[in-house]
């Protein structure tokens, strides 16, 4: 599973640990990304998508129609 939001697009960061010492060395900052299944009531099926964690709030305050139709205006196939 890929650390990417299919509604946020949110993606790792990336950056130095600095260690007390001042050595530094590469780490990154993943989201917070979680697998939900949704139902879709237009299409009578399920989908379940890949959601960083304000995702899944972005889908419970507009809706997961308004959402998905979003996404496949992007290109993105469900």
Excluded at 9 to 25: D, E, I, L, T
Aim: proline share 4%; net charge positive.
């Amino acid at each position: 599973m890929s650390a990417r939001c299919q509604v946020t697009g949110r993606v790792p960061g990336f950056g130095k640990s600095v260690s007390h010492s001042h050595k530094r060395s590469n780490r990154r900052w993943n989201p917070n990304i979680q697998r939900k299944t949704y139902v879709l009531p237009s299409e009578g099926r399920r989908v379940t998508l890949t959601l960083s964690t304000k995702g899944i709030k972005t889908i419970d305050r507009d809706g997961i129609e308004s959402v998905v139709a979003r996404i496949r205006a992007r290109g993105e196939k469900i």
